[in-house]
Structure formats: structure tokens, C-alpha cells
């Protein structure tokens, strides 16, 4: 069973444009956004561009999450916070362990897999197509105030009362064999 929309208990929040080099929106992620325990996958993560923020926005935080993971919770794949207003874009790769394409006070929190850097797609074969919510989130605060070693889980939740926008891009991933 799918889920049809993450974001549909969440609170409404106005809508901003979200784009990418690395893939189109509903595309199929490239081989380099995989995880790197897939033949070829780098676990990249990807180009990111965002505009139309709404008026009020102190920070943003970014996030990738696969609500199709067969764990009745999805799976968490990068969670990024406290990225400044005044940032717009993020590069390809700035997910790495080290986070070298993080704008300055932005920092990324361990994922489902409990590592802090992107972790590229591997959905189980045979399981059919997975959904990956790329998701800008437009906060009212400079600084969300959890924790480096937080979960996305909390940062979701953290952040709940101060998303004044969201702008999503969505892409898919299959291991067919």
C-alpha cells in the first residue's frame, strides 16, 4: 500500500517553486542519486533551486523522504537545517559526509540509516516504485533549535509550527531484480 500524500496532516503552507539539475520533477532519480550499495549509485545528492519563498521566510530546511519504504514508517534519506534566507540554491553533492556544499550554519542530520549525509535511493526489489519527496521548507525562524544528532522525525516536527511554505519536487526510484 502507497501513501498518497505525506504532507496531508500536516499543516497548510503556501506553495514555492523547487528545481533541479539532477532530475525532473516525477523523473526517475539518475543512477548517482542511488545509494552507493547499488551497483553505480554515488549516494549524490542532488542540485537543488528554490524561488518564491513567502515573504517572512528566516530560514529553510531541506529534506528527502520515502514514504513507500516497506518499515510502516517510510524512510528518511537527508535532512538538512538552519540553510540562511538568503540561500537559494544548493549544489549537487553538498549532502556528503562532510557537507563542503552547505552554505555556512546549515547542518545535516542523521537519517533513518543514522548516518548525517544524503543516502541515496535502494528500494528492495520487486517492491515496486518508491515515491522520494524532495521537499523545501520555507521557516519563519532563523534557526529551527534541534539538535545535530536529532532525527528528521523531530525536525518534521519541530519545524510543524513554523513552515510558512513548502515547495516539493518528487522523485521515483525501482530495483526490478
Do not use: C
Request: proline share 10%; charged share 10%.
Amino acid at each position: 500500500m502507497t501513501v498518497n500524500d505525506p504532507f496531508a496532516r500536516l499543516p497548510e503552507a503556501a506553495a514555492f517553486a523547487v528545481t533541479s539539475t539532477s532530475v525532473a520533477d516525477g523523473a526517475a532519480w539518475p543512477l548517482e542519486q542511488w545509494s552507493s550499495g547499488v551497483p553505480g549509485g554515488k549516494d549524490l545528492s542532488p542540485q537543488l533551486s528554490w524561488s518564491g519563498a513567502p515573504e517572512g521566510t528566516r530560514s529553510y530546511a531541506v529534506t528527502v523522504y520515502d514514504p513507500d519504504a516497506p518499515t510502516g514508517s517510510g524512510f528518511w534519506h537527508w535532512a538538512v537545517a538552519d540553510i540562511p534566507a538568503t540561500v537559494a540554491e544548493l549544489p549537487e553533492g553538498a549532502g556528503d559526509a562532510t557537507g563542503s556544499g552547505l552554505p555556512e550554519g546549515a547542518f545535516q542530520l542523521p537519517n533513518d540509516a543514522r548516518v548525517p549525509h544524503y543516502l541515496g535511493a535502494a528500494p528492495p526489489a520487486g517492491h515496486g516504485p518508491h515515491r522520494y519527496f524532495v521537499v523545501v521548507h520555507a521557516l519563519a525562524v532563523a534557526s529551527i533549535g534541534v539538535p545535530a544528532d536529532a532525527t528528521p522525525a523531530v525536525l518534521g516536527f519541530t519545524m510543524a509550527g513554523h513552515i510558512l511554505g513548502r515547495a516539493v519536487l518528487t522523485a521515483t526510484a525501482e530495483t526490478l531484480s
